[in-house]
């Protein structure tokens, strides 16, 4: 199994609607991300989480919220998509024992988003 | 403006030559650097870090340069095959907070 599961892994919805992106993992890690990944850009983060009681803004923060419901669970919504938020979305985890700067992160396979 | 540069047109090599992959940033300071594979259609999966004051680092066929003056950091594959062929992403942490700056990534084809 998965130590971090996307879901879903594809989507296709309309503009304006309403939509929730979720992320669990068995990993036991504290720190959990979201990123966007679009054609020709590097990853771009969201939203990232140093645990359940801490939420920050990443680079690209508008137009997303994030609900941290547990460790191991972290979702990214979406209150009224529109087009230019069609991307690959990926959720990651990383664990601070490893010490300052030594904190490798560990993916999900991505969610593919499509707002029509 | 800061950014962070990597080949954007893949690159082609034979089997069993070294791959050479560059990373160059511009106003940024990290005091780490990471590197990442990514396969099509999956998520980034971890390779190497590199510190600011180590000048290499090594892990079986893989090596990590890190050339802080240069602002550069080099990638390299030894004894290449067609398995390794793969995006590679790298992604700077300037204050160890894990915050990671990603490049766009240069995508490897190895032909047999």
């Known amino acids: 199994d998965a130590d971090v599961t996307q879901t879903p892994r594809n989507r296709i919805t309309k503009t304006g609607k309403r939509i929730m992106l979720e992320c669990s993992q068995t990993?036991?890690?504290?720190?959990m991300y979201w990123y966007r990944q679009d054609p020709g850009l590097g990853l771009r983060l969201i939203y990232y989480?140093?645990?359940?009681?801490?939420?920050n803004k990443g680079e690209i923060s508008d137009g997303y919220s994030v609900s941290r419901q547990a460790q191991a669970k972290f979702s990214l919504s979406l209150e009224s998509a529109i087009p230019n938020q069609t991307a690959l979305y990926f959720c990651?985890?990383?664990?601070?024992?490893?010490?300052?700067?030594?904190?490798?992160?560990?993916f999900g396979d991505g969610t593919r988003l499509s707002i029509l | 403006s800061q950014k962070i540069e990597q080949n954007s047109e893949a690159l082609n090599i034979q089997e069993g030559k070294t791959a050479t992959l560059t990373c160059n940033y511009t106003?940024?300071?990290?005091?780490?650097l990471q590197w990442y594979r990514q396969d099509p259609g999956r998520g980034p999966v971890f390779l190497l870090l590199?510190?600011?004051?180590?000048k290499e680092k090594r892990k079986e066929r893989l090596k990590v340069t890190f050339d802080t003056t240069l602002k550069q950091s080099l990638f390299h594959i030894t004894a290449s095959q067609p398995a390794d062929s793969a995006t590679y992403l790298c992604?700077?942490?300037?204050?160890?907070?894990?915050?990671?700056?990603f490049g766009a990534g240069t995508r490897l084809a190895v032909h047999p």
């Open positions: 990651a985890t990383s664990d601070p024992s490893g010490g300052v700067g030594n904190q490798p992160q560990h």
């Open positions: 990993k036991g890690h504290d720190r």
């Open positions: 989480s140093f645990d359940v009681k801490d939420i």
């Open positions: 106003n940024y300071s990290p005091a780490y």
């Open positions: 590199i510190r600011e004051n180590e």
């Open positions: 992604a700077l942490d300037e204050g160890g907070y894990n915050k990671l700056i």
